[in-house]
């Protein structure tokens, strides 16, 4: 059995970071705490490239099947001998993929906020917190028991608050960050009876020991899991569509979708790291991990493909008409995640039917890398320009060339050109869709095609245009550019992985095939879009409003999000409120609250007739006792008999 | 010697011990009632010293017993004084009457 409990130094290490800047930070080291969480973290990435290096190319083969290991096991609650809520670490290959994501793009992002955050008061608490995220992060990708996920999954909430609050001057940031904390927290009641339904029918909380008593049909777990229902459907389907209503509350699945364009308050290295690359895939990674589960669930995978598929649609849609350039990139976010979740969907487990599954790993791979930079190059120019809007920007490739070149080749790899990263992904996706549902497939090919206009319109927008009428700062240290840079050789080269050989469903390769009639539908529409947008939004002129005029009821419905917020906020305000709140606020006014003021007022009574006894006289007390023992004098002599 | 009986030595002590509380209770300089508590604890120890000599002739309990009570009573002594001196620094007074802050 290789070892591999070194991965454990992978998180503690940001652990550490958060502790020592969280606590000392601000008065020690105010100017070089970027620079301490930034080392911390190369060295965790280092570990987790060897990590990555010794399990798919090493000893993680047995067989030509990739193994699951348990690198390290430590019981933290133990409820019965078989239910206990264990500290573990996992090691397969997605959590392993998954490793090399997060502290490559955490260092990125670390490097680049070297440059983007300088100077900011509070920077030793923002990297304190990044470190904080970075380590729940991990930990959650790490995670063998279905509890430890769920801790680390509400301590990456907390972390995401604290970021999206990071501006907390601003109202706007306080509202977003707890908007995004409520959503996500709503969400995770769900998750939280589906990890206690999951845990009663299958009599353990380790994944490993759910997935083998869960996928077998004769198991006396699976037969009763099956058996019971609620409301007409089985438990399985219940527990597996609660847990998946928690990861859509994370990944930004409609309906719950709504916090994640309000999450682009906080800063934008964050919103790189946490809103794009990261926390915002472990809806993905949750029911990857689960994902032998689902596939015993015909009907719970369709909830996680139709669901996906509408909301890849739906994101599409609306971030074509948003002005905001992190707001488009929030919702091309969420159009991805969702192309990520209906891969799932419509994916079986094992051998050749698992090619969707591999496809949305894939996906959320190469997403992870041309989104951050994305967002760092949505960074720079909000650096550059001091604002969000499209409408200031414009013109800007004469005065970024590095971020105008590392911004268009991540339009390209998200549009999915060959021979970029997203194109390879994409292209598997859509054969995964092909082959198992036409429908989702359709919706698919448009969204593909969506997605290469809305991202072609905002490339146009920021960088061409009009003549820039910005006043040039210069584009930003090197510390800026440099992960610009590496993110950019990562968007053209990583499409180029044997993905399919490292991360399938079941551990063994997969062979693929590119087919070069089937990849004519969706890189022609890609690129017809590419030229609507550059028709419409290369040079500065009216076409654009003419046609929004022309779609005007639709637009405008677009442009409001499709009034999902609204709904939102009727539900809550006139519903919720008057109708629930009102009435348990009222008994926990006058019931819960008078009761207790009752007892209170009763003992301050009584206090207030008894406090005479304590003058404070040293005399009187003596007298008290001696009083005392005379009384027991006279009780034990005289009447004790 | 053996013509003393037991009572009359039990007599002084009960007075000593009463004289003692006397004191506690009517004194207000925190010496003197300092002074009073010492009083109570040597009534004791006749007691002690006095019921080992009659009853139990051939034992050393109580003399041992008074020999710690003695031991004790310096101790309480040098820490009664101590506080006496940092409330007198604090209250520029050792009345009782006047260190009656602590109280409801």
Redesign the interface.
């Known amino acids: 059995m290789p070892n591999y409990a070194y991965i454990l130094l992978i998180p503690l290490q940001p652990l550490a970071t958060f502790i020592v800047l969280g606590l000392f930070g601000r008065k020690y080291f105010k100017t070089f705490s970027g620079t301490i969480g930034t080392v911390s973290l190369l060295i965790s990435t280092i570990v987790s490239f060897v990590a990555a290096i010794q399990y798919f190319f090493v000893d993680g083969k047995v067989n030509g099947i990739y193994q699951k290991i348990i690198a390290f096991k430590y019981t933290w609650l133990e409820f019965s001998p078989n239910v206990s809520i264990d500290m573990g670490i996992i090691v397969d290959p997605i959590s392993v993929m998954m490793l090399v994501v997060v502290t490559f793009v955490s260092l990125m992002v670390h490097v680049f906020s070297l440059g983007y955050m300088k100077g900011e008061d509070r920077f030793a608490t923002y990297y304190a917190f990044l470190s904080l995220f970075t380590f729940s992060m991990l930990g959650l990708i790490l995670s063998s028991n279905i509890f430890q996920v769920y801790i680390f999954w509400e301590l990456v909430g907390v972390s995401s608050f604290l970021l999206i609050g990071y501006y907390f001057e601003k109202p706007s940031a306080v509202a977003a960050s707890k908007k995004a904390f409520i959503v996500t927290r709503f969400a995770d009641l769900g998750f939280l009876i589906g990890i206690l339904l999951l845990g009663f029918y299958g009599g353990t909380l380790d994944i490993g020991i759910l997935i083998e008593r869960l996928t077998a049909v004769q198991s006396p777990e699976y037969t009763a899991m099956a058996a019971a229902g609620f409301l007409g459907v089985s438990a399985l389907t219940w527990a597996l569509t609660l847990v998946f209503i928690g990861g859509a509350g994370k990944s930004a699945m409609f309906p719950l979708h709504i916090w994640l364009p309000d999450a682009m308050e906080g800063p934008t290295p964050v919103s790189a790291l946490i809103h794009a690359a990261t926390m915002v895939v472990a809806g993905v990674y949750l029911v990857a991990r689960l994902f032998p589960v689902f596939n015993m669930d015909a009907a719970a995978l369709q909830v996680v493909t139709y669901t996906g598929a509408f909301s890849a649609l739906l994101a599409a849609v609306i971030a074509c008409t948003q002005t905001d350039i992190k707001r488009v990139l929030a919702y091309s976010t969420m159009s991805q995640i969702g192309y990520m979740m209906f891969a799932l969907g419509v994916s079986k487990y094992g051998g050749e039917d698992g090619l969707g599954y591999m496809a949305s790993m894939f996906h959320l791979f190469t997403h992870a890398f041309f989104k951050s930079l994305l967002f760092l190059g949505a960074g720079a120019v909000i650096h550059m320009v001091h604002s969000n809007d499209m409408k200031d920007m414009g013109g800007l490739r004469k005065l970024m060339p590095v971020t105008h070149i590392a911004f268009l080749i991540a339009c390209l790899a998200i549009a999915g050109i060959p021979p970029f990263a997203g194109f390879f992904s994409k292209e598997e996706i859509l054969l995964a869709a092909f082959h198992s549902n036409k429908l989702i497939y359709g919706v698919a090919l448009f969204t593909a095609a969506l997605t290469a206009f809305y991202m072609f319109r905002l490339y146009f927008s920021i960088f061409w245009s009009k003549e820039s009428t910005v006043q040039s700062h210069g584009e930003g240290p090197l510390s800026m550019k440099l992960p610009l840079v590496i993110l950019a050789a990562c968007a053209v080269g990583v499409g180029f992985i044997p993905f399919s050989s490292l991360v399938t469903s079941d551990g063994e390769a997969l062979e693929t095939h590119m087919d070069i009639t089937f990849s004519i539908a969706p890189v022609g529409l890609t690129l017809i879009a590419t030229l609507l947008a550059s028709y419409l939004y290369k040079k500065e002129n009216d076409k654009p409003a003419k046609l929004a005029a022309s779609f005007d009821g639709f637009y405008q419905a677009a442009h409001k999000k499709f009034y999902v917020d609204e709904v939102y906020l009727f539900i809550t305000k006139k519903i919720v409120f008057p109708l629930v709140g009102q009435p348990i606020a009222w008994v926990d006014k006058y019931i819960v609250d008078g009761f207790m003021n009752l007892l209170a007022s009763i003992t301050a009574k009584i206090s207030a007739l008894i406090?005479?006894l304590?003058?404070?006289?040293?005399?009187n007390y003596?007298?008290y006792f001696?009083s005392g023992i005379a009384a027991l004098a006279v009780l034990f002599i005289y009447l004790w008999k | 010697m053996s013509d003393v009986p037991l009572s009359h030595i039990l007599f002084v002590s009960t007075a000593l011990f009463f004289i003692g509380?006397y004191g506690?209770?009517t004194r207000r300089n925190l010496i003197t009632?300092l002074m009073s508590i010492e009083l109570m604890l040597n009534s004791v120890n006749i007691n002690f010293v006095a019921f080992n000599k009659y009853l139990f002739p051939q034992n050393l309990e109580g003399i041992f017993f008074t020999i710690f009570i003695i031991t004790i009573a310096a101790a309480e002594a040098a820490i009664a004084i101590a506080i006496i001196i940092n409330l007198y620094r604090s209250h520029q007074s050792i009345d009782?009457?006047d260190?009656?802050?602590?109280?409801?």
């Not at chain 1, 304590?614 to 005399?619: A, D, E, L, R």
């Not at chain 2, 260190?99 to 409801?104: G, P, R, S, W």
């Open positions: 406090k005479g304590q003058s404070g006289k040293v005399q003596a007298l001696f | 509380m506690l209770f009632m009782v009457e260190a009656t802050e602590l109280k409801f």
